[in-house]
């Protein structure tokens, strides 16, 4: 079904934070299936995959130990891509200076393509990533693709390098409209529904400040 | 050259000063209706196919000069123990939504399946918006049986509720599927905030309209009589309501720099304003003719609740004083309308400092009208974190805008004596009792200033060299307000520097600042978190814009009010 990409922001932030992401995560997760989604890809399907994977574990397991090592690794093996990512966008001067950001293990890695986006913009040069099979350069507002449909889904990356300044070619326009499927909503949807407060008498009684009927 | 500063942040941004502010040339509704005139847009009703029981639909299409818009009305037959203004309501009088360009006959019916259902529906990149609206079912019996018995509606009983129907939900910007802003924003006519919604309701007033005639028109036919005319004046003298709950609460904390941006342009405005050195006659008169138009508006805004009830009674206490200050007052000496400011900042309530800070910026269209042009926002640039940001520069940061929250004891009950929250039904937001319901595992992130302060205490140990992506890589938790604190940085009207979850918070105070940016007048608070206004009261129909009343209408007329 198409969606407008504000409510797949919407529903992202809240499933994010129903899966036990802090809510300044749960955002970065919800702008980048936003920005995946506006690229024509699955952005939902890989953040519930995400969710499923990651549901409620300690954020510290799936984080990289520390943002100065030579390669950024989880005491997990198995990277988040959506807080390395965040990271990844933290460290944007840091990415200029070094010239690359090498990470281990990152699970879903097109999750984190996004994230170079807010470091291209950051910086103002395009950033790149690459991975088995595939290579993605942006410059915050298009993106290039050079990949292969197998390494674009892969379940995780041994070894993703991100490097600025980079090449763009072959430029792919956002497109302000997505195709989601039922199924990934669904499962979104769940993770979203543990956001929302269970319905009680006293709740709509006193939550909202009104009364049940208008008839004035 | 006097130098007038921007005001404070420290001093605008308090709740109970928002919770105050009065419309201006910069608010949304009349940013539109000076656009529409100017541009010469050419307005028709091309649809109106309602049976004798009130239900069908019609069409009411905008055209600019480079785009038509068409608001699609399905008007119901509502059983009254349906109708409740609140988000969880499954049923209305009327349902709305605004098409990009002219439906076909395809458009409408497929619109038909879903807009009546609102959220249950579904609808797709052609429509802007999504709306309901009730019957005041008051006035519109009143009205109803007035014209089919041949007579007027009284004056008196259309001036104590303002409008025939109020919206209870004007969605845009992607809701329920609709286009997103970002479709839309590069076209010059929704440059500026909520033009789409601003629209929305301005052609929904006329389409209610037409609709409590036709009803009048049926009745009288039922005994084959032949009813009244609704009065012209009387007509324009109502306006659109709005029952509004918390929803719009929330929306000024997630959207910070559009609320910085609006709130800016005001402040903007009112500093070139009092900087302006001398006033000139022309100037001075429109300034003084509006004054006595907007006590109309005053001395007929009525409240029962008691909170507004004092501000209402210290306004017109207000509107006393400056009066008399006015009689003394040398408007023709420099700087008058700063001196003016500085007395109602010294003299006056809030709402009267507000009022007068509103007012002033009348006669000066030319300076400040074009700052309008600001007041939207494009998050992309502001929502990435500055990693490289020093721990140090941080902890001064927090100290600068968040000095209130800091010095606030947190542990205290009464400080954090509320929670905002989501409800699984229709996903109403709501405010409740953090200690006396089970609701705090579903807080929302709607308390800034707690959050920041716990914020400054966490870095209290980290040395000022530190960086902020290593302290976010240990304490993700706190990734929300910090991006909070940078975005204020940068946009200092950002942030309610007031605490949202006191035991003493008044949700209203933010409603009134938001609403007060659309455009609306007589705010008429239901409870503490719960506020009725009107829209577009006063203002001439589409078919009636001009150049000459698409700006000042907001004032009512005085040979009007006193006829």
């Not at chain 1, 090498?102 to 879903?108: D, G, I, K, P, R």
């Not at chain 1, 409209?177 to 006193?206: I, Y």
């Given at each position: 079904m198409s969606h407008s990409l504000n409510e797949i922001e919407a529903m992202s932030k809240r499933a994010g934070r129903g899966a036990g992401l802090s809510w300044g995560l749960a955002e970065e997760a919800a702008k980048g299936t936003r920005w995946l989604s506006a690229f024509g890809f699955p952005g939902t399907e890989l953040l519930a995959d995400l969710l499923e994977l990651n549901d409620r574990i300690p954020p510290i397991d799936v984080s990289p130990v520390s943002l100065s090592a030579e390669v950024w690794h989880a005491p997990a093996r198995r990277m988040s891509p959506l807080i390395a990512g965040a990271s990844l966008s933290d460290c944007a001067v840091r990415l200029l200076d070094r010239g690359t950001i090498?990470?281990?293990?990152?699970?879903?890695p097109l999750l984190a393509v996004p994230f170079m986006g807010g470091a291209a913009l950051r910086l103002g040069v395009p950033v790149a990533v690459e991975w088995v099979g595939a290579r993605l350069a942006t410059d915050g507002k298009q993106l290039c693709v050079q990949a292969s449909p197998e390494a674009l889904e892969a379940r995780q990356a041994q070894k993703l390098v991100f490097s600025a300044p980079a090449d763009m070619?072959?430029?792919?326009?956002?497109?302000?409209?997505?195709?989601?499927?039922?199924?990934?909503?669904?499962?979104?949807?769940?993770?979203?529904?543990?956001?929302?407060?269970?319905?009680?008498?006293?709740?709509?009684?006193?939550?909202?400040?009104?009364?049940?009927?208008?008839?004035? | 050259m006097t130098k007038v500063s921007c005001r404070d942040p420290n001093l605008v941004m308090r709740l109970a000063r928002l919770g105050s502010i009065h419309q201006s040339r910069l608010s949304f509704m009349r940013i539109l209706t000076r656009r529409m005139a100017r541009e010469g847009w050419r307005f028709e009703q091309t649809a109106f196919e309602i049976d004798a029981s009130g239900v069908g639909h019609a069409v009411y299409t905008a055209h600019g000069p480079d785009r038509s818009y068409s608001l699609i009305a399905f008007a119901h037959d509502l059983p009254a123990e349906k109708r409740s203004d609140r988000v969880i309501a499954e049923a209305w009088d009327a349902t709305f939504t605004l098409f990009d360009g002219i439906p076909t006959l395809d458009d409408i019916s497929r619109l038909s399946q879903n807009i009546p259902l609102q959220e249950a529906g579904r609808v797709s990149g052609t429509e802007l918006s999504v709306s309901r609206a009730n019957r005041s079912v008051r006035l519109w019996e009143h009205v109803v049986s007035a014209l089919a018995s041949g007579k007027q509606p009284s004056a008196d009983q259309i001036d104590a509720v303002g409008y025939l129907m109020r919206t209870t939900a004007v969605y845009g910007s992607g809701k329920l599927g609709a286009a997103d802003r970002e479709m839309i924003a590069d076209r010059p006519e929704f440059h500026a905030p909520f033009q789409v919604e601003m629209l929305s309701v301005y052609l929904t007033r006329w389409f209610v309209t037409d609709l409590v005639q036709h009803m009048a028109n049926i009745r009288a036919a039922e005994t084959g009589a032949t009813a009244e005319q609704l009065d012209a004046d009387l007509a324009r003298s109502m306006g659109i309501g709005n029952s509004t709950g918390l929803g719009m609460a929330p929306f000024l904390l997630n959207h910070p720099v559009l609320f910085n941006n609006w709130v800016a342009a005001r402040e903007?405005?009112?500093?070139?304003?009092?900087?302006?050195?001398?006033?000139?006659?022309?100037?001075?008169?429109?300034?003084?003719?509006?004054?006595?138009?907007?006590?109309?508006?005053?001395?007929?805004?009525?409240?029962e609740h008691p909170i507004q009830i004092d501000k209402l009674s210290a306004l017109r206490a207000d509107v006393v004083l400056v009066t008399s200050y006015l009689v003394q007052a040398d408007l023709s000496a420099s700087h008058p309308w700063d001196a003016l400011y500085r007395w109602a900042e010294e003299t006056l309530s809030l709402e009267g400092q507000e009022w007068i800070a509103s007012l002033m910026l009348e006669p000066y269209g030319a300076l400040v009208d074009d700052m309008s042009s600001g007041m939207a926002a494009d998050n992309t640039a502001t929502f990435r974190i500055a990693g490289a940001m020093s721990i140090g520069d941080l902890r001064a940061l927090l100290a600068d805008v968040y000095t209130w929250a800091i010095e606030t004891n947190w542990a205290a009950p009464e400080n954090k004596a509320?929670?905002?929250?989501?409800?699984?039904?229709?996903?109403?937001?709501?405010?409740?009792?953090?200690?006396?319901?089970?609701?705090e595992e579903y807080e929302q992130p709607l308390a800034p200033g707690r959050d920041a302060a716990a914020l400054f205490n966490a870095l209290a140990h980290w040395p000022d060299e530190a960086q902020v992506s290593d302290f976010l890589l240990r304490h993700p938790e706190h990734r929300h307000v910090l991006r909070r604190a940078q975005i204020v940085g940068r946009a200092p009207y950002a942030e309610i520097r007031d605490n949202t979850i006191s035991d003493r918070v008044l949700p209203i105070d933010m409603l009134r600042c938001k609403l007060a940016f659309f455009g609306a007048t007589k705010f008429d608070p239901r409870s503490d978190r719960w506020v009725r206004i009107c829209m577009y009261g006063n203002a001439p129909f589409p078919l009636e814009l001009t150049q000459d009343n698409a700006d000042f209408w907001v004032y009512p007329d005085q040979e009007e009010a006193k006829a």
């Open positions: 090498t990470m281990e293990n990152v699970s879903l070619s072959g430029r792919r326009e956002p497109v302000l409209r997505a195709d989601v499927s039922e199924e990934s909503w669904d499962r979104l949807a769940a993770f979203a529904h543990r956001t929302f407060a269970p319905a009680t008498e006293e709740s709509r009684l006193r939550g909202a400040g009104a009364g049940l009927s208008d008839n004035d | 903007q405005a009112i500093q070139a304003v009092r900087q302006v050195e001398w006033a000139t006659d022309e100037d001075i008169a429109l300034f003084k003719h509006l004054l006595d138009r907007s006590k109309q508006t005053i001395a007929t805004w009525h409240s509320r929670a905002w929250y989501v409800s699984e039904e229709k996903l109403e937001p709501r405010l409740g009792e953090r200690f006396e319901e089970p609701i």
